[in-house]
């Protein structure tokens, strides 16, 4: 059973910085690429970085500068640093693992999700 698990969510003032973890087990991730996506109440899941298993990565317009991507593939664990928090970007940020080789912003090209974790950015 794949299970993705992240971790490092919780309350930050704007302009500060949190760095989220998933940590993946139960399945062969070799190979694949990982993305973060995250929800705001009332919005749609949209992406916001992703990495392949040889570390090319992408990111959403709105985040390239202040987020980086990051994975280790001998922990199958990917990171998230995030900077320059916005309150506009207060959501539930996700990882999942892609179902092919390259990334994609696109959530249905993604096969397995964690349970998310929340991050609160305060004005």
């Known amino acids: 059973q794949v299970q993705l698990v992240e971790s490092g969510g919780g309350v930050v003032q704007a302009g500060g910085s949190l760095r989220l973890s998933c940590a993946a087990s139960?399945?062969?991730?070799?190979?694949?690429?990982m993305g973060w996506f995250r929800q705001a109440p009332g919005k749609e899941r949209e992406f916001v970085a992703g990495?392949?298993?040889?570390?090319?990565?992408d990111y959403a317009d709105s985040v390239k500068g202040r987020f980086t991507i990051s994975r280790d593939n001998a922990k199958n664990t990917v990171y998230l640093q995030m900077n320059s928090l916005k309150p506009e970007e207060t959501a539930v940020y996700y990882c999942?693992?892609?179902?092919?080789?390259?990334?994609?912003?696109?959530?249905?090209?993604?096969?397995?999700w964690g349970q998310g974790t929340q991050v609160t950015v305060s004005s």
């Open positions: 990495i392949t298993w040889r570390g090319i990565k």
């Open positions: 139960g399945g062969t991730f070799s190979g694949y690429p």
């Open positions: 999942a693992k892609g179902r092919y080789i390259e990334v994609s912003a696109k959530a249905r090209d993604y096969d397995y």
